[in-house]
């Protein structure tokens, strides 16, 4: 066997491994998910105990003018024709933030504008607590119109043209992905 010929079976044989790998570990995390979606049944809200899962853990995009915006989402339900996120949130309280409207809200326009998704007007955030049950609870998703001036909003900021502002909760800045380039955010960590 020719030697261009062995490297080109090499190559096949690594693209299947890679594919077969994908499929097995894509299986256990379905397979983990179900389980625990069995066991929280009796917790969730309709969409989520009847629906069906379209998606687990995916990245996704949308533009916003000149600029391109990705996310990711847990799990993507769907119930009636329509898609509904739910965010898993490990916290002390089950407490809505801002920060989850706007999230959830940011990847439901990526189900519209990056997969052609009829989604719904509200998501869900799954909370883990220390010493109570998972809770879900519903939040309502911001309008178009809010989130590209949130999105308008992150960009000056992260271009420095504003400044941040510091949030009330200091929980906020303690996860926030952008405190290693936030001076009043790492002050504020630190005191
Ligand atoms: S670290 Fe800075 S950017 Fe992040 S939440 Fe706190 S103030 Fe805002």
Redesign the pocket.
Known sequence: MSGGMIAVLALVAIGFGAWAFRRWRNHLLMQHRAQYLLDELPMMPEPLAKGRILLSEEKLKIRHGERRIYGRVDQIFSYRGLAYPLETKTRKRAQVYLSDRIQLSAQARMLREDRGFRVANVGYVRFVTPKSPVVYKQVDLLPDDELNRLFDRRHA?LSGEIP????TNLA??HS?T??HR?D???K??RD
């Open positions: 900021i941040p502002q510091v949030p906020v800045c926030c952008h405190q936030c009043k955010g790492r504020r960590v």
